[in-house]
């Protein structure tokens, strides 16, 4: 059984290196993020309190991530183990989890906020069946329109340049104290987030000795 923590801020790739772990070792990927994009967009009530307090440019609570997240473990579906995403998010989660789970090792994307800028702004959501979109790595076929659905792209109400200023800010402050926990008491792997996908991909595999890639197809 394998448990990977993967840390990163916004746009550095998190759900992309999570879900290429995910598939080839038959881990369950417990995205934070994917558990609040669902319920705003099945407009349950935690998901009307999620779109007001990222539409304002703040990260959603602790109290409340922590809730979701004790719930979503609780489940224990993840018979070979999981990776987790979007938490912890402060020194009082990280401490809660290592002491409720032995896990292999945290998984840190570094990446420059002048980096993270470029590629959140470039972001865009399908507004019919949620696909996601990148302008810089993964156009439609039509401008601003889905490649699946045909329904118009959008950009996300939190995508925009003094929202993501509000949430870098808070995500430096609250990011620090939980990589020295981290640091103090498990195996932390720092990789450069600029890369190409695939790049990244085998450097963790490489920290944590786990098989490569498969050769991608021609």
């Known amino acids: 059984m394998r448990k990977f923590v993967i840390m990163g801020v916004q746009g550095s790739g998190k759900g992309t290196q999570a879900t290429m772990l995910a598939r080839d070792f038959d881990l369950v990927h417990i995205s934070v993020g994917d558990v609040f994009?669902?319920?705003?967009?099945?407009?349950?009530?935690?998901?009307?309190?999620?779109?007001?307090?990222v539409a304002a440019g703040h990260l959603v609570g602790d109290d409340l991530v922590e809730s979701v997240v004790r719930t979503r473990?609780?489940?224990h579906d993840w018979n070979y183990g999981f990776i987790i995403d979007g938490f912890p998010r402060n020194a009082?989660?990280?401490?809660?989890?290592?002491?409720?789970?032995?896990?292999?090792?945290?998984?840190?994307?570094d990446l420059p906020d002048d980096e993270v800028y470029r590629r959140v702004l470039a972001r865009r959501l399908c507004s019919r069946c949620g696909l996601d979109y990148n302008l810089i790595a993964s156009r439609p076929v039509m401008p601003d329109t889905c490649d699946v659905c045909g329904?118009?792209?959008?950009?996300?109400?939190?995508?925009?340049?003094?929202?993501?200023?509000?949430?870098?800010r808070d995500?430096?402050?609250k990011t620090q104290p939980v990589m020295e926990i981290f640091q103090?008491?498990?195996?932390?792997?720092?990789?450069?987030?600029r890369r190409e996908p695939r790049a990244v991909q085998t450097?963790?595999?490489?920290?944590?000795?786990?098989p490569d890639l498969a050769p991608a197809a021609v």
């Open 184 to 193: 103090r008491k498990e195996f932390v792997a720092v990789v450069d987030a």
């Open 92 to 109: 009082r989660q990280a401490e809660f989890f290592l002491e409720s789970y032995d896990i292999d090792g945290v998984i840190y994307l």
């Open 203 to 210: 450097e963790i595999r490489g920290y944590f000795n786990l």
């Open 37 to 53: 994009r669902w319920n705003v967009q099945n407009h349950t009530k935690l998901g009307a309190q999620v779109k007001r307090t």
């Open 73 to 75: 473990l609780a489940d």
């Open 171 to 173: 995500y430096h402050e």
């Open 151 to 168: 329904a118009r792209l959008r950009r996300r109400a939190d995508d925009n340049p003094q929202a993501l200023a509000v949430r870098l």
